[in-house]
């Protein structure tokens, strides 16, 4: 009896383990990957069915386990590139993740036992919370949102102006939470009643309002962009020179300088000749308005005043990304260089604009808790990681009569970040990347996935210009009108339609997601209360 109890528990976890492993598989398969590039999105629909299904048959506290597990897993197979990043990323990432679903699964499963009928549906409530509250804060972190996983179903994505992303979510969680409920009682190893059909007859109502809801989307999705062919446009050049441009001595930054000259002289010969050209983050190295300012290393003031003669020489406005190192007072009292991730809009060689970043990448650019953790600040530190100091205005360029914003690299993964810059009065938007550190083309196809967004909740153009791929330049529809090849030096003139952006989501945000979680949290407290309420009156009975 002993030893079939055993070999019963070790099917049960293996049972359990194959959920957990498959369900990491699908997720990290809907998003582009080292097979499918641009991913497989229809998997996403199905992606979770194994997880929700695992909640039917653990307990309460097993389920902490298998959601660390799961966020391990799952987001060591996502994000499997995050580890040339910087060598503390994937494992701090991975980390994060296995916390966020150990506490997650938990709440999932609560649902379960407060809502036995209909939990499924609090479920996917609790679902689109999680994905909201993660992309909040110090450690917001966008990637492997599920609608995302649908950016190249342009039909499916439309509804994005207006409820963002989380509409998009919304759609494609529904069908895991449902199926993983009406096969709860397949492979189980609880006496957990009901076929899957007994289920499909005494819970029609949900499928049927979500076909409903999915055929209005995509109805919406199919009429809703427009033709833009004969709306005003500008030319964009992007210029790619697929170089990393921090790696290396003042020979690579002055060989880098030649690439990017070239590339945009390339662009400038073209006719008509382009409105602007754009450089990527950090394009050039070293830091212009200190170098010329200071002038306290040679060799690097000889290389900006390189740069400025020959921005000066130029009739087309330059946008490029650069450090913008200043001088100023800390908490001490004392000056100090401070570096600013920043992008500058250069006419004629002169300064007409300065945007610096906003939202820094959480421990690889900022960590704000260097009194509260030192050890972790030291641990960076010691890695060789570069802070940058936070930026305070979401800027609008305004040259030429062309209105326009710039978030810089991880920026454009946040959907308030780049509605702020509309609100403000951007009229399209200029995504400047480095990605090539991960010499990943996953990595920036997941990258470029969100930024697609960007142009459908706003529904304004928008152009990238990455040190080595997705340069490219995208409608208000969120049609990739033309890209670069990746890891290659080339550059991209791109013509996009101008247009006053307009939506729901510019206008009010993120309401759907907040709607959601006060959903969900509402839910979860009225549940727990009425539980304790009904144990309580049961003690008094007995």
């Known amino acids: ?17 194959s959920a957990v492993l498959t369900a990491s598989l699908l997720f990290a398969a809907s998003f582009p990957n080292i097979l499918v590039s641009q991913g497989i999105p229809l998997l996403a629909w199905i992606a979770y069915i194994p997880l929700f299904w695992l909640l039917y048959q653990v307990s309460l506290g097993a389920s902490v386990f298998w959601g660390g597990l799961y966020g391990y897993a799952a987001y060591g197979l996502f994000n499997y590139w995050l580890s040339v990043f910087h060598p503390l990323a994937g494992l701090i990432v991975g980390l994060i993740y296995l916390v966020f679903f150990a506490v997650l699964f938990p709440l999932l499963k609560t649902a379960l036992l407060l809502f036995p009928r209909r939990g499924y549906l609090v479920q996917w409530l609790i679902w ?9 804060g110090f450690l917001g972190y966008p990637y492997g949102i599920t609608g995302y996983s649908q950016w190249t179903l342009l039909p499916v994505i439309q509804i994005a102006n207006i409820f963002g992303v989380w509409g998009v979510s919304a759609l494609v969680i529904f069908p895991s939470v449902y199926m993983a409920a009406a096969l709860k009682g397949v492979l189980s190893y609880k006496a957990l009643k009901g076929t899957p059909d007994d289920f499909f007859r005494r819970e029609p109502a949900a499928p049927i309002i979500w076909f409903i809801a999915l055929a209005v989307a995509l109805g919406y999705g199919f009429i809703s962009p427009v033709d833009y062919t004969e709306v005003p446009a500008a030319r964009i ?4 020179h697929n170089t990393d441009p921090w790696r290396g001595d003042m020979e690579d930054y002055r060989q880098n300088f030649r690439v990017l000259k070239r590339l945009s002289q390339e662009a400038l010969a073209g006719e008509p000749k382009p409105d602007l050209v754009v450089w990527s983050e950090t394009a050039f190295v070293p830091r212009i308005y200190w170098h010329e300012t200071y002038r306290d290393d040679q060799e690097s003031y000889a290389l900006v005043k390189e740069l400025m003669d020959y921005l000066k020489a130029q009739e087309v406005p330059f946008v490029i990304g650069n450090d913008d190192a200043r001088r100023e007072v800390n908490s001490n009292g004392q000056w100090e260089r401070v570096d600013y991730n920043a992008v500058m809009l250069f006419n004629r060689g002169e300064i007409a604009g300065l945007y610096r970043k906003l939202h820094l990448v959480p421990f690889t650019e900022h960590f704000p808790y260097e009194k509260q953790l030192p050890w972790v600040y030291n641990a960076l530190k010691n890695a060789d990681t570069h802070f940058w100091k936070k930026g305070k205005e979401a800027t609008v360029f305004s040259i030429n009569g062309l209105k326009f914003s710039s978030p810089i690299c991880f920026e454009d993964t946040f959907g308030y970040l780049s509605r702020e810059f509309v609100k403000n009065g951007a009229e399209f938007i200029v995504n400047l990347s480095n990605d090539a550190w991960s010499k990943s083309l996953p990595a920036q196809m997941q990258h470029l996935s969100m930024a697609v967004f960007r142009a459908v909740e706003n529904r304004c153009s928008m152009v990238r210009s990455t040190a080595s791929g997705q340069t490219c330049g995208i409608d208000p529809n969120g049609k990739i009108l033309a890209m670069a090849e990746p890891f290659v030096e080339t550059q991209l003139t791109v013509e996009i339609p101008l247009v006053k952006p307009d939506s729901l989501y510019a206008k009010y945000g993120d309401f759907f997601a907040r709607i959601c979680t006060a959903a969900a949290v509402i839910i979860l407290i009225v549940g727990t209360g009425g539980h304790i309420i009904k144990k309580m009156l049961k003690g008094r009975k007995q």
């Open 1 to 17: 009896m002993t030893l079939f109890k055993g070999r019963k528990r070790w099917s049960r976890f293996l049972l359990s383990l």
């Open 237 to 240: 050049a992007l210029v790619q």
């Open 128 to 136: 689109i919370a999680y994905e909201y509250l993660r992309t909040q």
